[in-house]
């Protein structure tokens, strides 16, 4: 038997998809049982006639519409063990989700986020570059998803720099942070979503004749494809101009799939494209008619799943993103598993994104 603690820590991406899909089985099931303390999963099971104990595939366990973590209450720990909130990137209080987070699924999150980095950055302690303002980083009980996507990727942090800054209700570049960074002989990795980088960051660095010869460094960056694809630009032009700003290579720019609700698991892309599927998450993706499980090849809507949450129900969520499972334990960079592509959201499925609400919000 593999614990939890044991899958968080391991290598990633070493084990075959069958392999894994046993041992999160059966650290799942006990989970299922306590999530029918809350209401709303006990009445899911119910209506299902579906008992924890009789389900056999991680395909069958019950999943949730991530729109419910807007409408209900999903926690499944004592509220009094909530020590922090965790809410989506809404345009308004009403459309985020909440996200209940007791100290353990903290922990067990951090530690699982750290060991996918892990894995396409190695172990060592760096600089990290953040292309946001300071601001969103702000130590309250209740926290963004981009506050909490930087809190989460600063783990490998030795010191960090805020590349942008936000006076007056205007976001501008903080050309002196810019300028600190230029001198540094330290390696780097860089974080941001995607859209404020293109949109805050790229154009107003190369206008101001910013250049960087940072050949080491990595950056992780997600979110606001929606828009991206709007102004036509695609991922590999975003990837090429972004990598030469930084005068790092485009195979060092990692895009990456994830979700308030699924925090700790992030779907990193790798050097062929393909977003991949660490050992302690699954991911199916459903014919959005029959919700059944499409095959490889096919385009449906993405169910993530992971075993890293006491506090709300993360073991199956439904999202509304399509993506299309394009292989398992086959991938020509070598890492076992799932890996698949997203597609984009599906139509007339609300914005809510990162990079999606921040012209929005300002925020």
């Not at 750290?114 to 950055?121: D, N, Y």
């Amino acid at each position: 038997m593999t614990d939890l603690e044991d899958l968080i820590n391991k290598e990633q991406y070493t084990l075959q998809d069958d392999e894994k899909q046993s041992l999160l089985l059966e650290i799942m099931r006990p989970q299922l049982e306590l999530s029918l303390r809350n209401d709303h999963i006990a009445s899911l099971y119910a209506k299902l006639r579906v008992e924890p104990s009789s389900i056999e595939c991680l395909d069958d366990i019950p999943f949730v519409p991530v729109q419910m973590f807007k409408l209900f209450d999903l926690a499944t720990c004592e509220h009094s063990d909530i020590f922090r909130v965790l809410r989506s990137s809404g345009t308004t209080g009403i459309n985020q989700s909440q996200v209940p987070l007791n100290k353990r699924t903290a922990t067990y999150q951090t530690k699982a986020l750290k060991s996918i980095i892990q894995s396409f950055m190695g172990a060592k302690r760096r600089r990290m570059l953040v292309i946001d303002h300071q601001g969103i980083n702000a130590s309250t009980a209740e926290i963004t998803a981009r506050g909490a996507g930087v809190r989460g990727l600063s783990l490998f942090s030795k010191g960090m720099h805020y590349l942008l800054k936000q006076e007056g209700g205007t976001i501008m570049l903080d050309e002196d942070a810019i300028a600190e960074v230029s001198r540094t002989k330290d390696d780097v990795y860089i974080f941001g979503f995607t859209y404020i980088i293109w949109s805050e960051f790229y154009h107003r660095a190369k206008a101001a004749g910013f250049h960087l010869d940072l050949p080491n460094a990595v950056i992780f960056h997600s979110g606001g494809w929606k828009k991206m694809e709007d102004r036509k630009v695609s991922r590999e032009v975003f990837s090429t101009s972004v990598a030469e700003l930084f005068g790092t290579s485009p195979s060092k720019v990692h895009d990456f799939y994830g979700m308030a609700e699924q925090t700790g698991v992030i779907f990193v892309e790798c050097e062929h494209g393909h977003k991949h599927v660490p050992d302690f998450a699954h991911v199916v993706i459903r014919d959005p008619r029959t919700l059944q499980p499409c095959g490889i090849g096919e385009t449906g809507l993405i169910q993530v799943s992971s075993p890293l949450s006491d506090s709300y129900y993360s073991q199956a969520i439904l999202t509304e993103d399509k993506g299309t499972l394009l292989g398992i334990d086959d991938c020509p960079c070598g890492r076992k598993g799932r890996y698949f592509q997203v597609s984009g959201r599906v139509a007339r499925s609300e914005v809510r994104g990162c990079g999606d609400t921040y012209k929005e919000s300002k925020l």
